[in-house]
Structure formats: C-alpha cells, structure tokens
C-alpha cells in the first residue's frame, strides 16, 4: 500500500522559515512534488524533483525563497521555505508523479495527507 506521510508546516511571521517532510511508503516515485492550495483557491504547482535530484522545478511566486530535496535512501522529499510572505498561506501537498508534465496536477497519482502552513504579517 502507498502512502505519502506529511509532517512539518505551522504558523510563522513573515520573514520567517519552515521545513516540509513527506516520506513515501510502499514505492519509490521518479518525479515527486509539492502542491499548494489556499482558502478558495485552486491547488497549484509549488515545486517538483526528479529522482536523482539533478532537476528541480519551481513556482515563479517561490523561485529563490524555496527548496526542493529529496533523501531517496529515506524515500523522503523536503520542502524548505524561506522568506515566508503572507501569500505563502495555504495547505500544502506532497505528491508522487506518474504520468505528464511536473506542473500539471492531474499526473500525479498519490497525495500525502497535507499540512497548514500559515504566514502571519
């Protein structure tokens, strides 16, 4: 059975900086991701990375303030954010590709449980 466990996120100032975990079970995924999705709003695109973390993919409303990793001895990708704004409010998904592009939802197949990320001003 797959399962992508989230842990980390909370309520920061802006300015501040958190970390996302997500530990994936039962698989290993080449492509895995990050999605975000805030009150009223749709999910979107946060950020990707390939298995041997060569490529990375970002969001340009994130480019320069958050990272990708991934640990693939632990089956395990990180979401570091730094520079938190406000706008940065929202759940946030890990995500496994299977199929399509690194940007589009509708490729990726299993979603951990998502975490609240609130950025105070």
């Known amino acids: 059975q797959v399962q992508l466990v989230q842990s980390g996120g909370g309520l920061v100032q802006a300015g501040g900086s958190l970390r996302l975990s997500c530990a994936a079970s039962?698989?290993?995924?080449?492509?895995m991701g990050w999605f975000r999705q805030a009150p009223g709003k749709e999910r979107e695109f946060v950020a990707a990375i390939s298995w041997s973390g060569g490529s990375t993919y970002y969001a340009d409303s994130v480019k320069g303030r958050f990272t990708i990793s991934r640990d693939n001895a632990k089956n395990t990708i990180y979401l570091q954010m730094n520079s938190l704004k406000p706008e940065d409010t929202a759940v946030y998904f890990c995500?496994?590709?299977?199929?399509?592009?690194?940007?589009?939802?509708?490729?990726?197949?299993?979603w951990g449980q998502g975490t609240q990320v609130t950025v105070s001003s």
């Open positions: 039962g698989r290993t995924f080449n492509t």
């Open positions: 995500a496994a590709k299977l199929s399509g592009s690194y940007y589009s939802r509708s490729g990726y197949g299993y």
